[in-house]
């Protein structure tokens, strides 16, 4: 798919018309005319974020933002399988929306904020919020610049006990930890199913997080002899278990 996509909130009454003619306004209508400069007779594809999506042909642009289209049928891709959520311990300054970009290229379907002890920054307040926010955006972009459909799920940030939680659900749960772990390469991963993958801060996941884990069913796994940092890791280990699982077949 390399036509470039742009999200719409919902496909229901917003045609220009009953002959599949669509007019996409706003913020990703004045991006495709002012910023884009689409012209009639290019492809464009339209999602919700959550899995619909409709290849469309530009008709004609109005003004500076509004791009009218021909859209003929409105698709739905179905969720992949395995489920793959990374929780991310939160990292300093701008490198939690690196992780959230990468991995959303790469191609996760869920990312969970963690607040680990270890975390040098906390979400609190408004700042939390702000910073969620920047995560969820950072999603939406990065899911349009790689051409998906169906964009990760970004959480609200999680408490040790609430990832503890999480991981006890899941049909494959990992820690990723270089001490005494086996190789994530050889882990034995499920077909189907859920699984979730912890990352935890640059300083490591400490004992009593280990343990809480531990008890949840996760175990800890190493991706290689080298220390990644903890925005890189998500990315490096959700590419392995892509492969790993067949769907980057």
């Known amino acids: 798919m390399t036509a470039p996509v742009f999200v719409v909130e919902s496909f229901e009454n917003t045609a220009a018309g009953g002959d599949g003619r669509y007019v996409l306004d706003g913020p990703e209508g004045r991006h495709a005319v002012s910023v884009k400069r689409l012209h009639a007779g290019e492809d464009v594809v339209l999602t919700d974020g959550a899995g619909r999506w409709a290849e469309c042909v530009v008709l004609d642009t109005e003004g500076k933002d509004r791009l009218v289209l021909r859209m003929d049928s409105v698709a739905e891709e179905a969720p992949q399988e395995p489920r793959i959520t990374v929780v991310q311990a939160l990292p300093k300054g701008d490198r939690g929306e690196l992780a959230v970009e990468t991995m959303t290229e790469t191609g996760v379907d869920a990312i969970v904020p963690w607040s680990a002890s270890r975390c040098i920054t906390q979400w609190k307040g408004e700042r939390g919020l702000k910073a969620l926010g920047k995560w969820r955006a950072t999603a939406r972009e990065a899911g349009k610049q790689s051409r998906r459909v169906r964009f990760p799920e970004v959480a609200e940030a999680a408490s040790t006990k609430q990832v503890a939680a999480l991981l006890a659900a899941a049909d494959f749960a990992a820690v990723l930890h270089e001490e005494g772990?086996?190789?994530?390469?050889?882990?034995?991963?499920?077909?189907?199913?859920?699984?979730?993958?912890?990352?935890?801060?640059?300083?490591?996941?400490?004992?009593?997080?280990?343990?809480?884990?531990?008890?949840?069913?996760?175990?800890?796994?190493?991706?290689?002899?080298?220390?990644?940092?903890?925005?890189?890791?998500?990315?490096?280990?959700?590419?392995?278990?892509?492969?790993?699982?067949?769907?980057?077949?």
């Open 181 to 249: 772990s086996e190789p994530l390469a050889t882990a034995e991963l499920p077909a189907a199913g859920h699984i979730v993958l912890v990352v935890g801060p640059e300083g490591g996941v400490s004992p009593d997080e280990l343990a809480a884990f531990a008890d949840a069913g996760a175990k800890p796994y190493r991706l290689g002899r080298s220390v990644l940092r903890t925005s890189t890791a998500g990315t490096a280990a959700a590419a392995l278990l892509l492969g790993r699982t067949g769907r980057w077949s």
